[in-house]
T-cell receptor, first 114, second 109 residues
């Protein structure tokens, strides 16, 4: 199974809402990533989890809160977002952070903040 | 953070022609990877070239790497309509995978 599953595929939320994005993998990969991608731009790294511990936070605002409850799941909790946070949010996994091998991406969650 | 530049930003070719795109990067690397993205969906890994390799082939893909110039190129031969997508180079450095700006390729039937 080489799939990374992200839910939901689409999400519309108000600026006062709290929502969560989910990412699941069963490849036994120990590095999991959140990326944000705006239209016609490359993915930008947000967070990296390595062996279920937060390894990298790219100075992401606290209204984005990541969580890795176990080695198969990665969540991104959203609260009090701004319209400019509307983007495609991509989850990716890698064998291990230090392996520097290919990353497997989910299909993304298209988020719209109204 | 964006690692470097890709050129051209956009490329339109006829089916059957070759497509070449280039990537430049800024830092030392362990490897350089190329990904494809269709219509704002997930990225798909195409090929990885290690820093001690100069050229690599996979099917209709040919990748070169010049570490002295900090640049790489991706050649897609005999393009097909299904190759229409955005192509990104990505480099691994400091345990991060960082992407270039991308090249949008349109293959006309």
């Amino acid at each position: 199974d080489t799939e990374v599953t992200q839910t939901p595929k689409h999400l519309v939320m108000g600026m006062t809402n709290k929502k969560s994005l989910k990412c699941e993998q069963h490849m036994g990969h120990r590095a999991m990533y959140w990326y944000k991608q705006k239209a016609k731009k490359p993915p930008e790294l947000m967070f990296v989890y390595s062996y279920e511990k937060l390894s990298i936070n790219e100075s992401v605002p606290s209204r984005f809160s990541p969580e890795c409850p176990n080695s198969s799941l990665l969540n991104l909790h959203l609260h009090a977002l701004q319209p400019e946070d509307s983007a495609l949010y991509l989850c990716a996994t890698m064998t291990a952070q230090e392996s520097n091998t290919e990353a497997f991406f989910g299909q993304g969650t298209r988020l719209t903040v109204v | 953070s964006q690692q470097g530049e890709e050129d051209p930003q956009a490329l339109s070719i006829q089916e059957g022609e070759n497509a070449t795109m280039n990537c430049s990067y800024k830092t030392s690397i362990n490897n350089l990877q190329w990904y494809r993205q269709n219509s704002g969906r997930g990225l798909v890994h195409l090929i990885l070239i290690r820093s001690n390799e100069r050229e690599k082939h996979s099917g209709r893909l040919r990748v070169t790497l010049d570490t002295s110039k900090k640049s790489s190129s991706l050649l897609i031969t005999a393009s097909r309509a299904a190759d229409t997508a955005s192509y990104f180079c990505a480099t691994g450095h400091d345990y991060k995978l960082s992407f270039g700006a991308g090249t949008t390729v349109t293959v006309r039937a």
